[in-house]
């Protein structure tokens, strides 16, 4: 039986490879590395007691920290891991640290590298999240793409060798949920429009972070705001705007909930590349 390290370490990342483990059960040994990145409660542990995910096979703490210490140290423990595993093939997902540091030990190790959700782009290399998908996708053996455009994006690159055009896997979790009645109705009666945001281009921003509960604000209906935990430390200066009285806050919500939230919803505001996908694919 083949062994795959899968890395994760983020909540899309829990949601992209619940699917996987799905298929694999009784067909491929698993292996799944956990870096901590996200360590609050409901970014991390309510996947696993939600849906009944495996627990990780090793469980790292590397939440928080400057990008290149968090990479750093990741790195050096799952060096050590695939030293013991002696995995087949190490699979990645989307653009985080625990991402770039999955791959980048994987290919040093010339164990081949599998991206789920290649492709994608932004083009603002501001962003730490965009170097880490470009880093990534130049160095992995096998890159399957949610849409066409993100594989038109890697032929512009010269990545054409290895590319599958597979569709959004957060699809898979989004079916597996409804299949199931999974499903929490929340407790809101009144249209409203859903919002996150947790890029850091935006949320370490404060001033960047009140023109956008501004807009907010200055919408018809009322704005469920899910709060993100890199949210949470700024959140009470930007509430003391009096006039800011659009905005319900919730805090971080757990995967089942999201999905509700959103399902009957026409109208989503955010910037988080992974709910703007599940939308536009249905």
């Given at each position: 039986?083949?062994?795959?390290a899968a890395i994760i370490g983020a909540r899309p990342q829990f949601i992209k490879h619940y699917p996987l483990e799905l298929a694999a059960r009784n067909?491929?040994?698993?292996?799944?590395?956990?870096?901590?990145?996200?360590?609050?409660?409901?970014?991390?542990?309510?996947?696993?007691?939600?849906?009944?995910?495996?627990?990780?096979?090793?469980?790292?703490?590397?939440?928080?920290?400057?990008?290149?210490?968090?990479?750093?140290?990741?790195?050096?423990?799952?060096?050590?891991?695939?030293?013991?595993?002696?995995?087949?093939?190490?699979?990645?997902?989307?653009?985080?640290?625990?991402?770039?540091?999955?791959?980048?030990?994987?290919?040093?190790?010339?164990?081949?590298?599998?991206?789920?959700?290649?492709?994608?782009?932004?083009?603002?290399?501001?962003?730490?999240?965009?170097?880490?998908?470009?880093?990534?996708?130049?160095?992995?053996?096998?890159?399957?793409?949610?849409?066409?455009?993100?594989?038109?994006?890697?032929?512009?690159?010269?990545?054409?060798?290895?590319?599958?055009?597979?569709?959004?896997?957060?699809?898979?979790?989004?079916?597996?949920?409804?299949?199931?009645?999974?499903?929490?109705?929340?407790?809101m009666q009144e249209p409203y429009y859903y919002a996150t945001l947790h890029r850091p281009y935006n949320v370490d921003n404060e001033n960047r972070m009140?023109?956008?509960?501004?807009?907010?604000?200055?919408?018809?209906?009322?704005?469920?705001?899910?709060?993100?935990?890199e949210v949470k430390p700024i959140w009470p200066n930007l509430i003391l705007n009096p006039k800011r009285t659009q905005t319900s806050v919730l805090l971080?919500?757990?995967?089942?909930?999201?999905?509700?939230?959103?399902?009957?919803?026409?109208?989503?505001?955010?910037?988080?590349?992974?709910?703007?996908?599940?939308?536009?694919?249905?």
């Amino acid at each position: 039986m083949k062994k795959i390290a899968a890395i994760i370490g983020a909540r899309p990342q829990f949601i992209k490879h619940y699917p996987l483990e799905l298929a694999a059960r009784n067909k491929i040994n698993m292996i799944t590395i956990h870096t901590g990145q996200h360590y609050d409660e409901n970014m991390s542990k309510v996947f696993f007691d939600q849906l009944g995910m495996d627990r990780p096979g090793y469980m790292l703490k590397h939440g928080g920290g400057h990008h290149g210490a968090q990479t750093g140290r990741m790195m050096m423990e799952i060096e050590e891991i695939l030293l013991l595993e002696r995995p087949d093939m190490v699979v990645v997902y989307g653009d985080t640290n625990s991402t770039l540091a999955g791959a980048l030990v994987a290919s040093k190790m010339h164990i081949p590298v599998a991206h789920i959700e290649a492709g994608l782009r932004s083009y603002n290399r501001s962003m730490p999240e965009e170097i880490n998908r470009v880093l990534t996708d130049h160095i992995s053996t096998w890159l399957f793409t949610p849409s066409h455009l993100a594989k038109e994006n890697l032929a512009k690159e010269g990545i054409k060798k290895g590319v599958y055009e597979i569709g959004d896997i957060m699809k898979d979790m989004v079916n597996h949920v409804t299949r199931n009645g999974l499903l929490r109705k929340p407790d809101m009666q009144e249209p409203y429009y859903y919002a996150t945001l947790h890029r850091p281009y935006n949320v370490d921003n404060e001033n960047r972070m009140r023109n956008i509960l501004d807009a907010l604000n200055k919408l018809k209906r009322k704005v469920v705001f899910a709060i993100h935990p890199e949210v949470k430390p700024i959140w009470p200066n930007l509430i003391l705007n009096p006039k800011r009285t659009q905005t319900s806050v919730l805090l971080t919500l757990s995967l089942i909930l999201r999905i509700w939230v959103m399902w009957p919803r026409q109208n989503v505001c955010l910037q988080t590349a992974g709910v703007c996908r599940r939308k536009r694919t249905g």
